[in-house]
């Protein structure tokens, strides 16, 4: 096994703490995580109202037909950026989705129903956005969704 510098260490820590990479621990100690896995939205998939209220086209969206699966919303035109789960037919959920801790990607874990973050802090939280565990000190912000025939609607205010 190769042995890595004290040095070479902290640099290449630094680096990826720069490059926007997480380093959620309590001690210090660096170990490095990307962000979340969630797909991205199609960008003709979904239209931002005047009222700041998302129209989503489900038929424009295979990630959230079947249950547990889910997509991301990032937009320079809405003020937070979103993940947007099936939990199960007819039932979805729109939350934030920066973890609250230093804002790192969260995904969702179909097979435990929650949300956890894809760093090594690991925080989790209930599909309500309560806190489960976890560094992060509050709740995932969650937004109203609703779903009618072929479209869902998250209301952002
Ligand atoms: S960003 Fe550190 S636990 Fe989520």
Known sequence: MKRISRK???VGGATAAAAGACLC????RATIFGVGDTPNIAPDAYEIGEDKS???RLDRVPELA??????KILDSNIDDSLIIVRIMEN???ASSIKCTHRGVEVEYRADDKCFKCASIGGSTFKTSGAKIRGFAKSSLKT??????GNTLVVRLS
């Open 8 to 10: 070479a260490f902290i």
């Open 25 to 28: 621990t309590k001690t210090g």
């Open 54 to 56: 998302i129209t989503i």
């Open 66 to 71: 079947f249950d547990g699966g889910s997509i």
């Open 91 to 93: 039932v979805y959920v």
């Open 143 to 148: 937004y109203p969704i609703s779903s009618a």
